[in-house]
């Protein structure tokens, strides 16, 4: 799940915080680094945990329908007279799994759809309207068909879902920055379940290895100890504006992106160009990406004019 993309918003966000503090804590950094991941980390772990608490939204749903006089007048009586939520085995797989349970338990993660159930029971009744929810109800049961509805939930009903995001900024202000990695991992992870799998199955890891994070933490590390040089870069291509008038945000990404192409020989300075470009796309404004592609085109050009061309 944390992969470089990711890793480089995270510290552009990091980046970002330092300096709209007017260069802050340089030590903090390192520990405000390895929070962020852990808060990802812990989406990734809160969207497997919807899943559960689907199903066991759905059974109790199911057991009040059970009891009312005119069940049918239930916004919920599609999803919940199919039954096939509340006997989902997929998800009954996530809600026995070991790693997921200690996971959530270690991390204090339980409240998070205990005290979000409207945005639960939002995504069911969203469900129950769509196309993949209808075809699935008409399937003959199997843990394929399980699965499939698991994975078109997730990617489906959750990405984009305003109510469901909302809960998600209240827990943390970044989680929704996460969302689609999260997601994305999350199916994947359930692709290694089987039918006969059970609650000792493994989940994926969520970083490759050490050396990601090393990635990330060399990366900020250079950014902050050569910002000046890296600001030096700058101002040249400024051309009659002074480089305290650029916005927080632009100048992050753009002393980010440098610091990448000054302190990685390994990554081609055409590929550091196009990452950055995409997280002006999302955090800078509109009229700002042109303005961040043509920096970081013409600092490309002048560390390393070979790679630029065959870039070209």
């Known amino acids: 799940m944390i992969n470089r993309s990711l890793l480089r918003i995270k510290s552009v966000q990091i980046l970002y915080s330092y300096f709209v503090s007017d260069c802050g804590d340089a030590e903090r950094t390192d520990e405000e680094l390895g929070e962020s991941i852990s808060k990802a980390s812990d989406l990734y772990y809160c ?9 066991r939204y759905a059974v109790r749903a199911a057991e009040h329908n059970e009891c ?24 009954k797989l996530l809600e026995e799994n070991t ?12 409240w998070v759809w205990e005290i979000h159930r409207d945005a639960v029971k939002d995504v069911l009744l969203k469900v129950q309207d769509d196309e993949y929810f209808k075809k699935y109800a008409a ?37 929704n920055d996460d969302l689609y990695n999260a997601v994305t ?22 970083i490759k290895g050490i050396g990601e994070m090393d990635y990330a933490r060399r ?23 002074e480089i305290s008038r650029l916005s927080v945000m632009d100048l992050t990404v753009v002393r980010a ?21 995409e997280i002006a796309k999302t955090y800078c404004g509109d009229n700002s990406v042109q303005f961040v592609s043509g920096l970081l085109y013409a600092i490309g050009k002048e ?10």
């Open 185 to 206: 991992f999350a199916v994947k992870t359930l692709k290694h379940f089987g039918e006969h799998s059970d609650k000792d199955e493994k989940l994926m890891p969520i």
């Open 47 to 55: 969207v497997l945990q919807f899943l559960v608490e689907a199903r």
């Open 139 to 175: 399937e003959s049961e199997s843990f394929e068909a399980d699965a499939v509805f698991c994975k078109h939930l997730l990617q489906k009903s959750l990405i984009g879902n305003v109510e469901f995001e909302q809960a998600l900024e209240e827990v943390d202000i970044y989680w």
């Open 99 to 110: 790693e997921l349970n200690e996971y959530i338990e270690s991390r204090a993660l339980g």
């Open 303 to 312: 560390l390393s004019p070979l790679e630029m061309k065959s870039k070209k």
């Open 219 to 241: 990366l900020v590390r250079y950014a902050i100890a050569n910002y000046k040089t890296i600001d030096e870069k700058i101002k040249p291509l400024l051309k009659g504006w």
């Open 68 to 91: 009312m006089e005119e069940p049918e007048n239930d916004p919920l009586y599609e999803l919940l007279h199919c039954g096939k939520v509340g006997n989902n085995r997929m998800m």
């Open 257 to 277: 992106a440098v610091a990448e192409m000054m302190a990685f020989d390994d990554i081609h300075i055409g590929v550091s160009m196009n990452e950055y470009i």
